[in-house]
């Protein structure tokens, strides 16, 4: 008599082959070259709105040093008079920002110009390549 054990059975082991590993890097791989670009479209897109959102701050302090001064800060005196004191502004009841400038999302520092090319001060950022104009991350983004 022959029991089911021993001859003619064959052992099973869990686990996977390695084409099924292959497959499935394969489809990853597939994935990522789809998904990966919308993806980093999209990071750009938001280091352009967050330096609107940004700019849009800036200018509201400085209408809040214009209110208290009588005028808004000179070229010169650029946007650390939002946090620092300059010698000539009678009235400065700052700080008007509760922390340094911030850098543009790029790391570089606000463009400031009182009086402004598109009113009455422009704060504006160069974008990603930090030269004047440009497209998609690259584009310039002021207040105007």
């Known amino acids: 008599m022959i029991s089911g054990r021993g001859r003619g059975t064959r052992r099973t082991s869990a686990g996977?082959?390695?084409?099924?590993?292959?497959?499935?890097?394969?489809?990853?791989?597939?994935?990522?070259?789809?998904?990966?670009?919308?993806?980093?479209n999209q990071l750009g897109g938001a280091k352009t709105k967050t330096a609107a959102i940004q700019i849009k701050d800036l200018e509201q302090s400085?209408?809040?040093?214009?209110?208290?001064?009588?005028?808004?800060?000179?070229?010169?005196?650029?946007?650390?008079?939002?946090?620092?004191?300059p010698a000539s502004a009678a009235g400065w009841n700052g700080p008007y920002l509760k922390s340094a400038v911030p850098l543009d999302p790029w790391n570089r520092e606000y463009q400031y110009k009182s009086p402004g090319e598109h009113g009455e001060v422009d704060i504006f950022t160069y974008g990603q390549n930090g030269t004047p104009g440009g497209d998609g991350e690259d584009q310039d983004v002021g207040n105007w």
């Open 16 to 40: 996977f082959t390695l084409m099924e590993l292959l497959v499935v890097l394969a489809i990853l791989g597939l994935l990522m070259s789809l998904v990966g670009p919308r993806v980093l």
């Open 62 to 85: 400085l209408e809040m040093y214009k209110l208290d001064v009588g005028r808004f800060p000179s070229t010169s005196e650029g946007l650390e008079a939002l946090v620092s004191k």
